[in-house]
Antibody, heavy 119, light 106 residues
Framework: EVQLVESGGGLVQPGGSLRLSCVAS????????MSWVRQAPGKEPECVSF????????DYPDSVKGRFTISRDIAKNSLYLQMNSLRAEDTAVYYC????????????WGQGTLVTVSS | DIQLTQSPSSLSASVGDRVIITCRTS??????LNWYQQRPGKAPNLLIF???TLQNGVPSRFIGGGSGTDFTLTISSLQPEDFATYYC????????FGGGTKVEIK
């Protein structure tokens, strides 16, 4: 059974940092593209980072470019999101998601971890 | 970025009704259009990918159609568990989502 379990969310002050983790199981982690998708309250989801299965292709939207960094540890079947210079508008539930056939079609989602940026 | 416009933004329907949700993209995405269902407090769940291919385990009452810039999600006979919010998403370029359609009980 495919499982994605996120952790690391919480309350952080504006300008602060947070590192999210996602442990994957039930599939060959290195064979799939992975992404982080966030959803602010009452809004549609937004992809904030993408990593290809090879790890050679990484992408971010302009809204987080230069502040967020996606990485992975294949030996630990883990995906990470380092978030720096956090802003109030980064407040959202962050989901770890698996790409279907290497694309940005997401067939498995974690349960999500809430990040709240507030003073 | 490609913009996605869903309509309606919400609708009220009864069990057994046929429901149609539309998604229009600001430029062609060929068939790289996906549909997700999201129940309150849960993560989105992939229903249809490639505009019309049903994801494994999804009931056949969910039907996707369209290509280019105009797409539809049809629920042929609404069931109680289908009351949720539905999102379209394009995977043709930098991924983006539509604003969602909330399906409520009449």
């Amino acid at each position: 059974e495919v499982q994605l379990v996120e952790s690391g969310g919480g309350l952080v002050q504006p300008g602060g940092s947070l590192r999210l983790s996602c442990v994957a199981s039930g599939f060959t982690f290195s064979a799939y593209s992975m992404s982080w998708v966030r959803q602010a309250p009452g809004k549609e989801p937004e992809c904030v980072s993408f990593m290809s299965s090879s790890g050679n292709s990484i992408d971010y939207p302009d809204s987080v470019k230069g502040r967020f960094t996606i990485s992975r540890d294949i030996a630990k079947n883990s995906l990470y999101l380092q978030m720096n210079s956090l802003r109030a508008e980064d407040t959202a539930v962050y989901y770890c998601v698996r790409g279907h056939s290497g694309s940005s079609t997401w067939d498995y989602w974690g349960q999500g971890t809430l990040v709240t940026v507030s003073s | 970025d490609i913009q996605l416009t869903q309509s309606p933004s919400s609708l009220s329907a009864s069990v057994g009704d046929r429901v149609i949700i539309t998604c229009r993209t600001s430029q062609s995405v060929t068939i790289h259009l996906n549909w997700y269902q999201q129940r309150p407090g849960k993560a989105p769940n992939l229903l249809i990918f490639g505009a019309s291919t049903l994801q494994n385990g999804v009931p056949s009452r969910f039907i996707g159609g369209g290509s280019g810039t105009d797409f539809t999600l049809t629920i042929s006979s609404l069931q109680p568990e289908d009351f949720a919010t539905y999102y379209c998403q394009q995977s043709y370029s930098t991924p983006t989502f539509g604003g969602g359609t909330k399906v409520e009980i009449k």
